[in-house]
């Protein structure tokens, strides 16, 4: 079965700083998705980043960019000039498919804190 | 283009009762998927479906149930509610089933909390 994991139950960064948030995988897929979820207090889940696991680029959007490592299963996000509207929890996701059923598996998150 | 709306916003149920929460996908997408997000922690896949059938089902009891309606919009029903069933639950919708266009685009989510 597929896994996510993210050790760093809380980070913080000055504002305008960079900060990476970690996330490791387990899989024996050698196709998937993976995915980079914002949660604020607000509780909407909002896309952040997606990569494929076939293309071997890094995704980049505007201030979000990963750093995909698919023989270390490992999957990063890299927030660069944070603003204070970053402050969130940030959960890293992998969509599995299995039996016909695409599906979602999150990790257990990361507050992010933004210092002003 | 309207988001993915869900009802009610709260809701506070007593153990043994039974509930529906109630979800409104996203114009056009036809796949629903609901998820258990307890206090702390990550979203849980309840299941999913795709044009009105269950199409996938996460470690959940059958009292755990759901449907899928001809607009697409969705109900979650939980029978014999327990403590452990408080949580957030939070709905997505997708454009499509599979591929690049799976992406979900999540509700804002009914809390739910059983005493």
């Known amino acids: 079965a597929q896994t996510v994991t993210q050790s760093q139950p809380e980070m913080s960064v000055q504002e305008a700083e960079t900060v990476t948030l970690s996330c490791t995988y387990d899989t024996s897929e050698s196709d998937y998705y993976l995915f980079w979820y914002k949660q604020p207090p607000s509780r909407q889940m909002i896309l952040v980043i997606r990569?494929?696991?076939?293309?071997?680029q890094n995704a980049t959007e505007n201030r979000f960019s990963v750093n995909f490592q698919k023989a270390a299963k490992s999957f990063s996000l890299k927030i660069s000039d944070s603003q204070l509207g970053d402050a969130a929890m940030y959960f890293c996701a992998y969509r599995s498919y299995t039996s016909g059923t695409y599906k979602y598996i999150f990790g257990t998150g990361t507050r992010l804190k933004v210092l002003a | 283009e309207t988001g993915v709306t869900q009802s009610p916003t709260h809701l506070i149920k007593t153990r043994g009762q039974q509930v529906t929460l109630r979800c409104s996908s996203q114009s056009g997408h036809n796949t629903v998927s609901w998820y258990q997000q307890a206090l702390g922690q990550g979203p849980q896949f309840i299941f999913q479906y795709y044009r009105e059938e269950e199409n996938g089902r996460g470690n959940f009891p059958p009292r755990f149930s759901g449907l899928q309606f001809p607009n697409y919009s969705s109900e979650l029903n939980v029978n014999a509610l327990e403590l452990d069933d408080s949580a957030l639950y939070l709905c997505?919708?997708?454009?499509?089933?599979?591929?690049?266009?799976?992406?979900?685009?999540f509700g804002p989510g009914t809390r739910l909390t059983v005493l």
């Open positions: 997505a919708s997708s454009l499509a089933l599979a591929g690049p266009y799976n992406e979900q685009f």
């Open positions: 990569q494929e696991a076939y293309k071997q």
